[in-house]
Nanobody
Framework: QLQLVESGGGLVQPGGSLRLSCVAS???????MRWFRQAPGKEREGVSC????????TYVDSVKGRFTASRDNAKNTVYLQMSSLKPEDTAVYYC??????????????WGQGTQVTVSS
């Protein structure tokens, strides 16, 4: 069974940090991976993407300099390190498998999401 499982979300104060993980089971994470988020009442937003080898990463402007995507292919896992968190980062965060080795925006599999809440 193909599955992506995100974890690491939670409640954090503004300025705090969290590291999200996305573990694949049933298949090898050979392709680029993308992180999305969706806040209540808002459209889903692409946050970051990392190529299959990890040598290329992209970020939406609102998280540049604060979020860092990485991956450990030996562990079949991708990460999203989030620092200097703001209330507007509050959302459900999802990981997804892209349809190629480099980021294109076309995704195939999704995880179930993990809630991140930034509040004092």
């Amino acid at each position: 069974q193909l599955q992506l499982v995100e974890s690491g979300g939670g409640l954090v104060q503004p300025g705090g940090s969290l590291r999200l993980s996305c573990v694949a089971s049933g298949f090898t994470l050979a392709y680029a991976m993308r992180w999305f988020r969706q806040a209540p009442g808002k459209e889903r937003e692409g946050v970051s993407c990392i190529s299959s080898s990890g040598d290329t990463t992209t970020y939406v402007d609102s998280v540049k300099g604060r979020f860092t995507a990485s991956r450990d292919n030996a562990k079949n896992t991708v990460y999203l390190q989030m620092s200097s968190l703001k209330p507007e980062d509050t959302a459900v965060y999802y990981c997804a498998v892209e349809n190629g080795y480099y980021c294109s925006g076309s995704v195939r599999y999704w995880g179930q999401g993990t809630q991140v809440t930034v509040s004092s």
